[in-house]
T-cell receptor
């Protein structure tokens, strides 16, 4: 099992360019997440998908869009990149996080990250 | 909303020293608590977890006890190694208004262990 994979690992964009970050998981997980990591700020949730066919905004959704393509894949798109979006992006997945469900289902598994620089 | 507060780093120790990284939280309800570790250039990995009060999570010599009375989940290790150098994140599961539980992370604490 590869777990959670992300592509690309590194990317440099110019302001205004667009790109899509890809994420896939092979653990048959229901829920998937996109985070950004910035120095001194920990991880901040951008968007999440509780289950196939649904997506919801997280803490910092502005400037991003997502697509839950199928159960395995969850992509993050920057339509018009800005220098403020320079960050390391992590995708994660979990079995599920519905209230009342098994607490073990909250455990999230992370990909290796994409380091994005916007000039 | 719920939140997690971690001690600021970096924490600098010599090999075989005792480690404590403090974590406190505020939450409504009864969240699960987690410690994740991030080694240089990698994603986060779950280190240990606890799902209810007084539970002790443990893994690779690390331990943390879920203390509801002090709303804390401090990470400890009796004897650190150079290979433990990493960033450690405390997190809790938060129940959102859509009925979905998400993780809320602290800002992370960098640990540096020298030989």
């Amino acid at each position: 099992n590869a777990g959670v994979t992300q592509t690309p690992k590194f990317q440099v964009l110019k302001t205004g360019q667009s790109m899509t970050l890809q994420c896939a998981q092979d653990m048959n997980h229901n829920s998937m997440y996109w985070y950004r990591q910035d120095p001194g700020m920990g991880l901040r949730l951008i968007y999440y998908s509780a289950s196939e066919g649904t997506t919801d905004k997280g803490e910092v959704p502005n400037g991003y869009n997502v697509s839950r393509l199928n159960k395995r894949e969850f992509s993050l798109r920057l339509e018009s990149a800005a220098p403020s979006q320079t960050s390391v992006y992590f995708c994660a997945s979990s079995r599920g996080g519905l209230a009342g469900g098994p607490k073990d289902y909250n455990e999230q598994f992370f990909g290796p990250g994409t380091r994005l620089t916007v000039l | 909303g719920d939140s997690v507060t971690q001690m600021e780093g970096p924490v600098t120790l010599s090999e075989e020293a005792f480690l404590t990284i403090n974590c406190t939280y505020t939450a409504t309800g009864y969240p699960s608590l987690f410690w994740y570790v991030q080694y240089p250039g990698e994603g986060l990995q779950l280190l240990l977890k606890a799902t209810k009060a007084d539970d002790k999570g443990s893994n690779k010599g690390f331990e943390a006890t879920y203390r509801k009375e002090t709303t804390s989940f401090h990470l400890e290790k009796g004897s650190v190694q150079v290979s433990d150098s990493a960033v450690y994140f405390c997190a809790l599961s938060e129940l959102g208004n859509t009925g979905f539980q998400k993780l809320v992370f602290g800002t992370g604490t960098r640990l540096l262990v020298s030989p």
